[in-house]
């Protein structure tokens, strides 16, 4: 590109990565407000995180919009195409936390219907795995970094683990149990709500990843390696 056409270009990208960052903050925050309103049993935060996905959705159909305009005004090739391409994908999945941070929410105001039960402080960390991934993904990608990217992709597993056991702890108590099973049913469902979170998150270092060496890593496992664990 010439110059000048280069300076407003990185300006339009500068203004589509902004609306990303505004977009991972509501996601973040309602993401937190949601999960407040869970442990904290206060419907308010709970109504409040699903009034803001509307937010969430209209600030990703405006980067995708935008991205749009900037690939037909300046056809850029190379690390700009897959940038501006990488920046739609992150919005996107940043639009699906919101909603799974709505989804959560939903449950919340179920089970705060509910009589407290001592289990639903389980969720804790497992939601303190899911923020930290989150952060860490939202920070590789910010930073344009694709070995921290690289390196936030690989604490999905960790996240996989934590929401496995809690869903196997619940459903022990819930076989011991002769009384209402609903609360935990609905704690099960926030818990996989959160492990999607975190899914959407390794979608986002791989994304950062994408866009800063060219390089798919979906499908790179080397199977190979799969083959030997498994015998």
């Known amino acids: 590109m010439h ?8 300006h339009s990208l500068d203004r589509l990565r902004q609306d990303v960052l505004a977009m991972a903050s509501m996601a973040r925050k309602n993401l937190a407000s949601a999960m407040r309103g869970l442990l904290e049993r206060d419907t308010d935060l709970c109504n409040s995180a699903i009034a803001a996905d509307q937010d ?11 991205g749009m305009q900037i690939l037909v005004k ?3 090739t190379a690390h700009d195409l897959r940038q501006v391409m990488g920046t739609i994908r992150v919005a996107n999945n940043l639009e699906r936390i919101a909603d799974q941070a709505s989804s959560i929410a939903k449950r919340a105001r179920l089970i705060n219907n509910l009589p407290e039960f001592s289990e639903i402080k389980l969720i804790q960390p497992v939601y303190s795995l899911c923020d930290h991934n ?3 993904s939202i920070q590789a990608f910010l930073n344009a970094d694709p070995e921290a990217a690289a390196a936030a992709r690989l604490l999905d597993k960790q996240l996989d683990a934590a929401e496995k056991d809690l869903d196997r702890e619940l459903i022990s108590v819930m076989e ?18 959160l492990e999607r979170v975190g899914d959407h998150a390794k979608n986002i270092c791989e994304d950062t990843i994408f866009i800063e060496r060219a390089e798919d890593v979906r499908f790179s496992k080397d199977k190979r390696t799969e083959i030997s664990a498994a015998v």
């Open 3 to 10: 110059d000048h056409i280069l300076s407003t270009f990185n």
């Open 56 to 66: 969430v959705n209209e600030l990703e159909k405006a980067v995708d919009k935008h």
């Open 74 to 76: 300046y056809q850029p």
């Open 134 to 136: 989150l952060d860490a």
């Open 176 to 193: 011991s149990h002769h009384s209402s099973l609903e609360g935990y049913i609905h704690l099960i469902f926030v818990a996989r709500f």
